[in-house]
């Protein structure tokens, strides 16, 4: 072997991993990107009056975003209710009966759905819900954005029940529990973490949605509390005001993206914190 | 005279097709600890949970013949009930990983809603535990979780979990497999003295721990009862050849 | 001989857990029959012209889907190629040369974060942040400087897509056995040697699949993209054009739909991009699992 063709390899491999090294540390750059531009220019955005408050027409000064905020947890509130009891039963279902075709669909249904694109499920939820009732309002937005959670929590739970040993269920059997408490009361609870994690990272991602709730929930300038009214989000906000000629309104867009990226981000954090406190070792 | 708390008639199981139980009939002496033992395949763990009814819980399972548990027919019990009054320790400890000490001993009630007062259930488990020879190590400790303790010490904390529903019968499925020798001969003390509180029916691989503990043995070979008698009897004068050579390491 | 049979203990639970389970497969059937049926005054309409047809003007009733075909199909490509340039050497990274520790950990991380901003956000930072250089960009090469259009909205599309193909090649990557690649070691191999003979060929289904799920997301993706590509109903004529994807266009005119036609053309259009992105994520997924990785 000689040596030159050896020392020729070894720069290619060199310079191999330094490519590599350098396309990783460029793709993560957009997310720096990001955070610097909405922090810098939305946290000035940012103060009491500005949670609190709710929106001024164009060209009043000042204003907030108090209904996008609390639209937002509305929103999901609603959406949560849906697709929660839904979602841990189905996971549950899917994680206790592992074959035959009847799950083997069911499985994949649930991998469908997570695939539909969020604006086909707002088309879904506008002709279940706003077509029936002759209006937008909270209720359609919540049930599509349950469309989008469900899949999530679905997988969420299966994939942690599957990890709990066979143990834990005989030890409890054993000691005569019927089979619904044992699941309900031993097998649940020790897939907890798991099940929670799900459900937090499904909330984050519904959160930022606006798609579906373009023609669902639709937007209103005003507080809304009643759920079969149209209703303000933090996403449907930033588009609105984003994408709209006046430079007031963008700002208080770039404000609404730091508040809506603080929630994101942050719930992201706490699945970790859950994750760590209540995870259960076997 | 020895009474018979389980009295098993002509039993078999079946995974499917599959009989891997033939016709057993077996009595289980009060009191008395009965090792059933045999190699691997034998049965053994499948009669134990047939016992208790475990064993109907996998998909294509079957049983035929008839166990009696003080003159009751266990398998026109609910399994439930039956499950209350035969407890089950298993090979590798398995304490609830999310309950305290004292909920894990208590379970049995919590998970079934058997309202117990306050005072009721300090009792139980402070006896059960006691009885598991366990109390005194972790009675300042008992509203922690379980996992802190060790392989053996978990495994009596199953014990007195089992124990606390005052079962007339515990089932020990190779209870020492997965522990330490100083453990297993922990364990092994603890089992001994148990006899006077409940019967125990111990499965075991270990030739040697059927002797030093039982009073009688139960020799199961390839789903057959081939032997069964006072285990002085049974390791000293085995009357069946293929006993004899289990007992001198000829197969399994 | 008498056999007692298994018995169910609590069936009423039992039944609720299948009801839970038929009730996922009853929605989805539910979500693609109502798309069907709003569709079907359209599909009655035009048939299979639809797909082909160039001209969408409410107008004057006439409906094709063809330009958002095009932007749809433009944009993922352009975002595919885009993002496999990045997206494969952070699995390499991820799944080869940085495994574990705090490297490893901090780029996991932010590639999670990535995949976590709302799309919202990309598309409001795709339009203050990314047009005007676009824009400039524009200008430089003598086209007309919208700042929006295909090319911005693939740029932004790549960036979105990237942690979904990183993230399935990186643990596709980590699977390859080691000891195929320390006997490749021993014979004297570098490092790039044996990714580029060993891992690389052995992940390589693995790696094609992540991408084509990554497809699957770029062609639903709805908010980031119709904030940056221009809303023009014409087939755009480069990729500096504006245009308008399946998605876009239902975002756009929704709202402002009046006419039964009308709407049940873009309910149409929401069934197209059901199917094409059911028929991808299905396919990627089957790849994927064969290869033993869990989605």
């Known amino acids: 072997m000689d040596e030159s063709s050896v020392r020729r390899r070894i720069l290619w491999d060199k310079l191999f991993k330094g490519i590599i090294i350098l396309l990783t540390f460029c793709s993560i750059l957009p997310m720096f990107f990001i955070l610097f531009f909405i922090t810098s220019k939305g946290i000035s955005a940012v103060n009491w009056s500005f949670l609190t408050q709710l929106p001024k027409p164009v060209g009043e000064m000042g204003g907030g975003i108090s209904n996008a905020i609390i639209g937002t947890f509305m929103l999901v509130a609603i959406s949560t209710v849906f697709s929660v009891p839904l979602g841990i039963f189905a996971g549950i279902f899917l994680s206790e009966y592992r074959n035959g075709r009847f799950v083997y669909f069911t499985r994949l249904c649930v991998e469908t759905l997570q695939g539909i694109p969020s604006i086909v499920i707002g088309i879904v939820a506008y002709m279940w819900v706003v077509v029936q009732m002759g209006s937008f309002s909270a209720l359609s937005g919540g049930v599509a954005l349950g469309l989008m959670m469900l899949p999530v929590i679905v997988t969420a739970t299966e994939e942690t029940l599957k990890l709990i040993p066979e143990g834990l269920r005989e030890a409890s059997l054993a000691l005569g529990v019927s089979y619904p408490r044992t699941i309900l009361k031993v097998i649940l609870p020790a897939g907890l973490s798991g099940i929670l994690t799900g459900i937090l990272l499904s909330i984050a991602r519904v959160a930022g949605e606006t798609a579906p709730l373009l023609f669902t929930a639709f937007g209103s300038p005003f507080m809304n509390l009643h759920i079969l009214k149209p209703i303000n989000s933090l996403p449907l906000m930033i588009f609105n005001y984003a994408t709209s000629p006046y430079p007031e309104w963008h700002t208080l867009a770039w404000g609404a993206s730091f508040v809506l990226i603080v929630f994101v981000l942050g719930l992201n954090l706490l699945t970790k914190v859950v994750i760590k406190r209540w995870k259960v070792q076997f | 005279m020895e009474s018979a708390v389980l009295k098993i008639e002509n039993f078999s199981a079946f995974f499917g097709e599959n009989q891997v139980l033939k016709e057993i009939d077996l009595s289980i002496s009060r009191n008395r600890i009965t090792a059933i033992m045999g190699p691997s395949g034998c049965g053994k763990t499948t009669l134990i949970r047939c016992i208790n009814r475990m064993h109907e819980l996998i998909p294509n399972a079957g049983v035929s013949g008839k166990i009696f548990l003080d003159n009751e027919d266990i398998y026109a019990t609910d399994p439930i009930i039956v499950r209350r009054q035969i407890g089950m320790v298993f090979q590798k400890p398995n304490p609830f990983p999310m309950m305290s000490i004292y909920d894990n001993v208590i379970a049995g009630y919590n998970l079934n809603g058997i309202r117990l007062a306050k005072d009721e259930k300090d009792r139980v488990v402070e006896e059960s535990l006691r009885k598991a020879a366990l109390w005194e190590e972790v009675k300042e400790a008992l509203h922690r979780r379980g996992t802190f303790l060790s392989g053996g010490q978990q495994q009596r904390l199953c014990i007195a979990r089992a124990l606390a529903m005052g079962p007339a019968v515990l089932l020990l499925d190779e209870p020492t497999s997965a522990l330490d020798p100083k453990a297993t001969s922990h364990i092994e003390e603890l089992i001994v003295q148990l006899k006077d509180t409940v019967t125990i029916v111990l499965v075991t691989h270990n030739i040697g721990q059927a002797a030093r503990v039982s009073d009688f043995t139960a020799f199961l070979y390839l789903g057959e009862l081939i032997e069964f008698g006072p285990t002085g009897r049974l390791f000293t004068a085995p009357k069946d050849k293929r006993t004899e050579e289990y007992l001198t390491g000829k197969f399994g | ?295």
């Open chain 3, 1 to 295: 001989m008498d056999r007692y049979k298994s018995g169910l203990s609590d069936s009423s639970f039992r039944k609720v857990l299948y009801v839970a389970g038929g009730c996922v497969l009853v929605l989805l059937l539910a979500i693609f029959l109502s798309l069907v049926v709003a569709s079907f005054p359209a599909i009655r309409n035009f048939g299979v012209r639809f797909l082909v047809s160039t001209t969408w003007d409410p107008v004057r009733s006439e409906f094709g889907a063809f330009p958002f075909l095009v932007g749809t199909l433009a944009t993922s490509f352009l975002a595919l190629i885009i993002s496999v340039i990045f997206s494969i050497p952070i699995s390499i990274f991820l799944g080869e040369y940085f495994t574990q520790g705090t490297t490893s950990t901090f780029i996991k991380s932010i590639i999670e974060l990535l995949a976590g901003v709302p799309s919202v956000i990309y598309g409001f930072c795709g339009l203050f942040l990314l047009s005007p250089v676009v824009r400039s960009l524009e200008v430089k090469l003598g086209v007309p400087p919208y700042g929006v259009g295909i090319f911005t909205a693939s740029l932004v599309l790549s960036i979105m897509i990237i942690p979904y193909s990183a993230s399935i090649g990186r643990e596709v990557i980590s699977l390859v056995p080691s000891d195929l690649k320390e006997a490749a070691l021993s014979l004297g191999a570098t490092r790039f040697e044996v990714i580029r003979k060993v891992v690389l060929p052995y992940a390589y289904s693995g790696i094609f699949a992540g991408i084509f799920l990554s497809m699957g997301r770029a062609l639903g993706e709805t908010m980031a993209v119709t904030m940056v590509i221009g809303n023009s109903n014409l087939i755009p004529k480069s990729i500096f054009s504006p245009g308008n994807t399946l998605a876009s266009i239902i975002a756009n005119e929704f709202t402002e739909a009046t006419g039964s036609l009308y709407l049940a053309s873009l309910i149409e259009l929401g069934l197209v991009l059901f199917i094409v992105t059911t028929i991808i994520n299905v396919l990627g997924k089957l790849i994927i699992r064969r290869m033993g990785v869990g989605v």
